[in-house]
């Protein structure tokens, strides 16, 4: 027997079991990377969440003979909706035994609640904004996910098939063998492009550890850019002032001075900013949902001994989108990588259409290792 139960959004005992059901699922997979118990209740905590000031949610867990089989949570982001002319309701934290009436009935709940609402598709896996993970894993079940990243079994595609869903976007992971000296031409652009428009580079690194009220002016800055670069990409919303906050907070968990870059103009406006962070995922799985007590020499490692990071976001402002200011950080970011050591950078995931991004590590011979999927559904 199947039973499907609302969560509230002010029930923090169940919304835990709805967080744990994750972790219970990937328990001994060595791919997976739960996340963080904290990072979950302040998602999906209004009081937290600045994007439910223009988005509603509801939670689901599925029962099958009295245990816990399932779990999906539904967005309608009234923002995303009027920016697009789009009438969608996204839904995001799938997870599920394999079994699909389970499938099944979950979705029946956002089904009915798309028709309430008047909404013709439902999409996803897709948040509440870019800056959360999205996409379902449809290529690359042998590869590790990354802090951004959620895991999934190759059974989950059979589930959505089934349904008769169909593809609206893919994402694609590159991995990148990080070269063993910095590149003496991309070193001379770099250079030439600082000259030519007065650029200079910020020590974040150094504000970081002597002047934390100027790291915080310059990061906000960054995620200004980050804001309008990212824009016109499939599923974004504008992001205020709280959630970036709110952002900020978090990158300073994983920050490594080495590992990030901004550069501004003469106008100490910030121009084009990239970010990456060490992979952390043996930490996540190791913790289970915390940091304490077991992920934290997990953490500690590997915020310390540096194997692998993964690319975050590079952004840079239309005003200098085709002068090849992104070159800049690109040198700045190996010259980092280089400087620790670390073997492999992992991008993002990159939406398949945007070639721009991709040019980007063209010279390094990037190897594609995940696709994700953006899943469509008629109501």
């Known amino acids: 027997m199947i039973e499907v139960k609302e969560i509230s959004l002010s029930d923090k005992r169940g919304k835990k079991k709805f967080f744990k059901f994750l972790i219970d699922l990937y328990k001994g997979n060595q791919y997976a990377a739960p996340n963080f118990y904290f990072d979950e209740f302040a998602e999906f905590d209004p009081a937290v969440n600045d994007a439910f000031r223009f988005a509603d949610c509801r939670m689901f867990l599925a029962y099958k003979d009295g245990k816990v089989a399932g779990r999906i949570a539904g967005i309608w982001h009234r923002g995303a909706n009027e920016k697009f002319g789009k009438n969608e309701l996204r839904f995001t934290r799938f997870d599920v035994i394999d079994d699909f009436e389970v499938t099944k009935a979950l979705f029946a709940k956002l089904f009915a609640w798309a028709k309430e609402l008047g909404m013709e598709e439902i999409i996803g896996p897709i948040s509440f904004s870019d800056l959360n993970e999205e996409g379902m894993l449809i290529d690359g079940f042998d590869k590790e996910a990354s802090y951004i990243e959620l895991y999934n079994y190759p059974y ?42 007065n650029f200079r580079t910020i020590d974040m690194g150094y504000l970081f550890k002597h002047d934390r009220a100027e790291f915080d002016r310059y990061a906000m800055k960054c995620l200004d850019v980050l804001d309008e670069a990212f824009a016109p990409l499939f599923g974004t919303s504008p992001i205020n002032e709280k959630q970036k906050r709110r952002e900020l907070e978090s990158i300073k968990q994983v920050f490594v001075p080495e590992l990030a870059s901004a550069v501004v103009d003469e106008n ?22 915390h940091i304490f007590p077991f992920g934290f020499i997990p953490f500690i490692k590997a915020m310390s001994h540096i194997e ?21 950080i690109i040198d700045n970011c190996l010259q980092g990588l280089i400087k620790l050591g670390v073997k492999y950078l992992e991008t993002g995931p990159e939406l398949e259409e945007n070639r721009h991004i991709q040019q980007l590590w063209q010279k390094w011979n990037p190897k594609l290792i995940k696709t994700r999927r953006c899943w469509g559904l008629k109501v």
Do not use: C
């Open 156 to 197: 989950y595609v059979e589930h959505m098939e089934k349904l008769g869903a169909y593809k609206v976007v893919d994402w694609t992971s590159y991995e990148i063998e990080v070269p063993k000296e910095r590149d003496p031409r991309a070193q001379r652009i770099a250079d030439a492009l600082k000259e030519k428009y």
């Open 268 to 289: 100490d406006d910030v121009v084009v900013y990239g970010f990456m962070m060490p992979r952390i995922s043996v930490a996540m799985r190791k913790g289970k949902g």
């Open 308 to 328: 692998r990071a993964d690319m975050m976001s590079v952004g840079v402002t239309a005003k200098y989108a085709n002068t090849g200011a992104v070159a800049i």
